[in-house]
């Protein structure tokens, strides 16, 4: 059982926006910066997005990240097909000796 | 351009250590505020943190884990060691190394080595 708290799968047509939810408490999301990782299949994971809603460099404007209180959101706009892949958020959490904990993941699909 | 890359054993036997060493370039540990991490993923299921080391040689651990892991460096080696004790088949996963900075948080990432635990 992961520590954050996302919906197993998502999906959408291409074109669409798309938005992933990720649940935490006071002591990871509430008080940590959030990051989002893509991962293709039989690939590693990616940085996508760091510090609740900034891209590293070469990451589309499409993706966006959000925070609010103890729950963060990735959005994806514009979805296009080689977006399909499992997606996860993570944070620092302060009560467990300062680990990174991660959500369970949710696989995109692109209909 | 920064670049990991994990290697060790592929196939381990139950209640042996495993070591796992993480190659990297492009950093050095020794630069403040830098960290080298460990995460693991068994097949089909979520990332799991495992531990992180930091330039300063301060260490954290997954609590779940902590008595059977430990994490150190050689940064003359520019190398990260990961020890498991006591493997048991529910650690089966691919592990993979990551570089960490700040509020990157752990932004780039090994290509990860796969691990099975059978007798």
């Known amino acids: 059982q992961s520590v954050l708290t996302q919906p197993p799968s998502a999906s959408g047509t291409p074109g669409q926006r798309v938005t992933i939810s990720c649940s935490g408490s006071s002591s990871n999301i509430g008080s940590n910066y959030v990051y989002w990782y893509q991962q293709l299949p039989g690939t590693a994971p990616k940085l996508l997005i760091y510090?609740?809603?900034q891209r590293p460099s070469g990451v589309p404007d499409r993706f966006s990240g959000s925070k609010s209180g103890t729950s963060a959101s990735l959005a994806i706009s514009g979805l296009r097909s080689e977006d399909e892949a499992d997606y996860y958020c993570a944070a620092w959490d302060d009560s467990l000796s300062g680990m990174l904990v991660f959500g369970g993941g949710t696989k995109l699909t692109v209909l | 351009q920064i670049t990991l890359k994990e290697s060790g054993p592929t196939l381990v036997k139950p209640t042996q250590t495993l070591t796992l060493t993480c190659t990297f370039s492009g950093f050095s540990l020794s630069t403040s505020g830098v960290g080298v991490g460990w995460i693991r993923q068994p097949p089909g299921k979520a990332l799991e943190w495992l531990a992180l080391i930091y330039w300063n040689d301060d260490k954290r651990y997954s609590p779940s884990l902590k008595s059977r892991l430990t994490i150190t460096k050689d940064t003359s080696k520019n190398q990260v060691v990961l020890t498991m004790t006591n493997m048991d088949p529910v650690d089966t996963a691919t592990y993979y190394c990551a570089h960490s900075r700040g509020y990157y948080g752990m932004d780039v990432w090994g290509q990860g080595t796969t691990v099975t635990v059978s007798s």
């Open positions: 510090r609740n809603n």
